[in-house]
Every structure is written in C-alpha cells, then in structure tokens.
C-alpha cells in the first residue's frame, strides 16, 4: 500500500475523533451570540439604515472570530505532535470540518438583516474572512512558538485588542471605512492583504517545528541482554 494511501486511511479515521474534540462550546456560544446581535435588527418597526447594519454585521464578524480563535485547541497536542500525519493534515481536518458550518452561519446573519439594511455582500463578506483568518493566524502562531496546548483565550484577548486598535486609529489604515469615503476601495484593498497575509502565516506556521518533534519523540530501548 502506498504512504498517500495509509495517510489517507489515517486521516478518514481521524474524522470521528477529531470531530468529537473540537470546542463545541466556545464555537455554539459565539455563533449563537453573533446570530442574536445580527438578528436584533428585526426587532424595531422600521429597518435600521445601511450604515448601522455594516456596524452590526462588523461586531457579528468579530464574535464569530473571537470563536474561531478556539478552533485549534488541543489537550492532546503534546501526545500527537509526533504522530504519523502531523499537525498540518489534522489542523486542515479541523478546518474542513468546521469550514461548511462558518459558511452556512454567516449566510443566515446576512439574511438575518432585512434587505434595506444589509451592506454590500462581498465587502462584508471579506472583512468577516480577514477577521476569522487572522484569528486563526494568532492562535496559530500561539501554537507554533510556545507549547500551550489550548491557545484559544490568549488568542481571543489579542484579537479584541486588535479590534479596539482598529476603532481607535480608524483614519490612519482606514479599515472601518464606509462606501461614501472616497477611500473604500483602497479599504477593501486593506482588508484583502490582511487575508491574504494571515492565511499566509497560518500556513506557514502550522507544521510542527521539526526540533520539537525531535525533541518529542519517544525513545526506545532495547530489551536488557540485547
């Protein structure tokens, strides 16, 4: 049998237990709250204006992140690092576990807004994925340069930071700009490199450093009068 094949093997009977120890509580506690914010829009008579629903959509983003920024958490990472597939094909499980359920619950908050208050769905659809992909970044790097083996708190407390940050400095990066400054496009243009670095990183930074497996890795000894 080939090693693809074992991989593969290994991999679909990782499905199940991987499943079972993704942080349901923290991912349903987020995805419920960003869901409730996003449907408080609904409650008055009147549908709030435009510019309202991108703040409300921003903050539904933020929540959704701030969940995300669990995903990686793992009791067992110290008695897995040295296993046969590594950390990247088990994160990138993790990952397409959890991928279809984060599309199908941003699709509901976007329609959770009534039609006149909804934004422009691309823009806001990128700066959701910027958010989520940086904190899977952070708690990726979390992961890579220290041995924590549960990164998802310290993870959410940067990235509230970094949110307060971004409200702080709004004029000076310009990424919690409206569609009537004249700068909104070079605003999504930020937003598209922020992706586009934290999925570099969390890519770069998900395998295992190989001095740590070695490090890790168990040592045999041969049978006394060997």
Known sequence: MSSQAVSGALLRSLVQPVWRSLPWRALSTAGGLGLLLAGTTRLSDHAPDADLGRLILRLTALIGALGIAFLLDDPARNTTAATPLGRAPRAALRLALTAPIAALWW?????LLPAPTRPALGP???E???MAVGALALATAAIRFTDTAEAGRP???WLGVAAVLAVLIPNRWGLLGTPQDPYWAATQVRWALLLGV?????????PEPLHRVRRRRPVSFSPSGA
């Open 107 to 111: 699709t509901t908050a976007l329609l």
């Open 124 to 126: 806001a659809t990128l």
């Open 128 to 130: 959701a994925a910027a």
């Open 155 to 157: 993870t959410a407390i």
């Open 198 to 206: 934290t999925a570099t990183m969390s890519v770069l930074w998900t």
